[in-house]
């Protein structure tokens, strides 16, 4: 082989060949102009990766091709090719196909003088796949789709490069206070995730063949770019996962079990991640088309992934997608209310106060659809904790946990079960009668007046025994003081001698 390809060079430097039909014919596609030029190197860019190559082996090969393109061949061989509308239709679909190669090719987008003219050429390609895909009336063949796939691979897979920034210290604000760090090659990434959300809402895409080109290897990668930075590309992502879930029925047993795979990392190891929102929200649409009754995988997920999310400090960026799942789960089986909420008590935060908030409005969520045999099995642990927030430092914490009373459902469930609640609950109530913000002063007489009015037998009991575990604690008190005075004393004396 290796002579051969030296006879080749050398007979390239010769100056000629001597068959004069061989001669014409590369003159003839020298006088083709740059489209050729251009058809045939995408072509290899595209043909040759897929022949034989894995598909890691695959994506560097494109990256290889790619950055020859982002040097001086670009300009001289990237050219726009005709529109949709100045070819007959016979033509279109192969004009089609050569426009999602001519796509294939990446631009370096960190110098943005470099090669405008080929980045505009592509991203008004782009333009006309979208149109064209969405006024498709005919079944796209195999072809078709194997080349879409293999174009939404080279541009949209890729590491991330992550975003120096400046040390949160010397700015005085917190890293999540920041503004969220946008890809400068967002104009052609937005075209092409509009072109793959177009291409798998399409009713032409036929699911049971392009399931073979968006596979296991696509999907793993798609759900390792929800860790982008840029809020509108995991916007998209997000609407193509759900796209992607619905139309291949195939993929989602191993959808669920990669993101319960990427969950279980973030929870339990990095507590980093920038798409556990977006996951969530698609999760909530997958947990509402839950069958009833609930199989015993999705009960799984609930205890094993969805509480344990409550654990890490970044609950804030995900909470309301958290809550609204875990809302679904108590409103498809009312019997789950008890994991669900004894599962936010083992979380419940010791010492940071908004995440307490957080806790305490999905805890009020969670008990509106309780219904009263869940209620009481685990009602005592629950006004334990409710008792701690109601005596809690920060005046925002108690005014929240006084809040509940507001609901209706949620105060007349506390009625139903008053003897066992209200001793657990008044001695917090009775100490915020003299609390110094006014809203939770206010708000602790109003709940101390309902359970007065409701029963004042029950009431003066557990007023008379506060009392009495108020001057027990007093005498406690002072018989330690008294022994700390004696304490000084005999030390004084012993220095003293």
């Known amino acids: 082989m290796l002579k051969q390809i030296l006879g080749k060079i050398k007979h390239s430097k010769s100056g000629g060949d001597p068959n004069p039909s061989s001669s014409s014919l590369a003159t003839s596609k020298r006088n083709d102009g740059a489209h050729s030029r251009f058809t045939s190197v995408v072509d290899d860019v595209i043909s040759a990766p897929y022949s034989g190559l894995s598909i890691d082996s695959e994506d560097k090969y494109l990256r290889e091709k790619n950055s020859m393109w982002n040097g001086n061949i670009v300009s001289a061989s990237y050219e726009a090719l005709p529109s949709f509308k100045d070819v007959p239709i016979s033509e279109k679909q192969h004009l089609f196909i050569k426009k999602v190669k001519m796509c294939c090719v990446v631009f370096d987008f960190t110098d943005p003088t470099k090669n405008f003219k080929e980045k505009d050429i592509k991203r008004q ?9 969405t006024s498709a009336n005919g079944k796209f063949p195999e072809n078709v789709m194997q080349e879409v796939v ?5 541009n949209i897979f890729r590491e991330f490069i992550p975003q120096p920034r400046e040390n949160k210290l010397i700015n005085g604000l917190d890293l999540e206070d920041e503004e969220p760090a946008m890809d400068p090659t967002w104009p052609h990434l937005q075209a092409v995730y509009e072109f793959l959300l177009r291409f798998v809402a399409s009713p032409e895409t036929d699911a049971k063949i392009a399931k073979r080109y968006i596979d296991h290897s696509f999907i793993l990668k798609l759900l390792a770019l929800f860790d982008s930075e840029d809020p509108r590309e995991r916007e998209y992502l997000k609407t193509i996962l759900h796209r992607i879930y619905g139309k291949f029925m195939v993929h989602r047993p191993f959808i669920r079990k990669t993101i319960n795979n990427i969950f279980h990392q973030f929870i339990f190891e990095t507590e980093k991640h920038n798409g556990i929102a977006e996951f969530l929200e698609v999760l909530g649409s997958i947990i509402n088309g839950y069958a009833l009754p609930l199989k015993e995988e999705h009960k799984l997920f609930l205890v094993r992934i969805l509480i344990p999310l409550h654990k890490p400090k970044c609950l804030a960026t995900y909470h309301q997608q958290l809550s609204y799942c875990i809302t679904q789960y108590v409103e498809k089986d009312c019997k789950l209310a008890d ?5 936010l008590i083992k979380y419940w935060p010791v010492t940071n106060s908004s995440k307490e908030v957080l806790f305490l409005n999905e805890l009020e969520e969670v008990l509106e659809a309780t219904q009263g045999p869940e209620f009481q099995r685990c009602m005592v642990p ?5 008792s701690r927030s109601l005596n809690s430092m920060h005046f925002q914490v108690a005014e929240r946990a006084l809040f509940l009373w507001n609901n209706e459902h949620i105060e007349n469930l506390i009625k139903q079960n008053r003897k066992v609640i209200l001793p657990i609950i008044f001695p917090a109530i009775e100490r915020n009668a003299k609390h110094w913000n006014q809203a939770v002063h206010s708000l602790s007489l109003n709940v101390r007046k309902i359970f007065y009015d409701l029963d004042p037998d029950l009431f003066k009991a557990c007023q008379l025994k506060f009392q009495e575990d108020e001057a027990k604690e007093n005498e406690i008190k002072q018989r330690r ?11 004084a004396k012993t220095s003293n001698n």
């Open 125 to 133: 390609t782009l333009l006309e796949l979208v149109e064209y895909i």
């Open 150 to 154: 293999k174009m939404v691979s080279a």
């Open 339 to 343: 994991i669900i909420i004894r599962g």
């Open 382 to 386: 629950l006004f334990q904790q409710i």
């Open 481 to 491: 003081e008294t022994i700390w005075k004696r304490l000084e004393e005999l030390a």
